[in-house]
Nanobody
Framework: QVQLVESGGGLVQPGGSLRLSCAAS????????MGWYRQAPGRQRELVATITSLGTTNYANAVKGRFTISRDNAKNTVFLQMNSLKPEDTAVYYC?????????WGQGTQVTVSS
């Protein structure tokens, strides 16, 4: 059974940093691309960043230069380092993996950027 568990969210002031983690189980982690998404109140869920099994990364324009996605295959974990946070980054952040045509999501972790 595929399971994803996010952690690391919280309340941070504008300009601050957070590091999110997503621990995966039930898959051979190193074989799969992973993604981070976010959903703000009243808005659709949107892509933040992805990383392929080989480590190639892709970012939404809104976070380029501020966020970094990475992975540790030995720990079955994908990370999202978020720097220079802005109030508009406030959202629930989810990680996702696609396995054999099915998408699996974590439960999400809340990130609030406010003074």
């Amino acid at each position: 059974q595929v399971q994803l568990v996010e952690s690391g969210g919280g309340l941070v002031q504008p300009g601050g940093s957070l590091r999110l983690s997503c621990a995966a189980s039930g898959i051979i982690f190193s074989l799969y691309a992973m993604g981070w998404y976010r959903q703000a109140p009243g808005r659709q869920r949107e892509l933040v960043a992805t990383i392929t099994s080989l480590g190639t990364t892709n970012y939404a324009n809104a976070v380029k230069g501020r966020f970094t996605i990475s992975r540790d295959n030995a720990k079955n974990t994908v990370f999202l380092q978020m720097n220079s946070l802005k109030p508009e980054d406030t959202a629930v952040y989810y990680c996702k993996v696609g396995v054999r045509g099915n998408d699996y999501w974590g439960q999400g972790t809340q990130v609030t950027v406010s003074s």
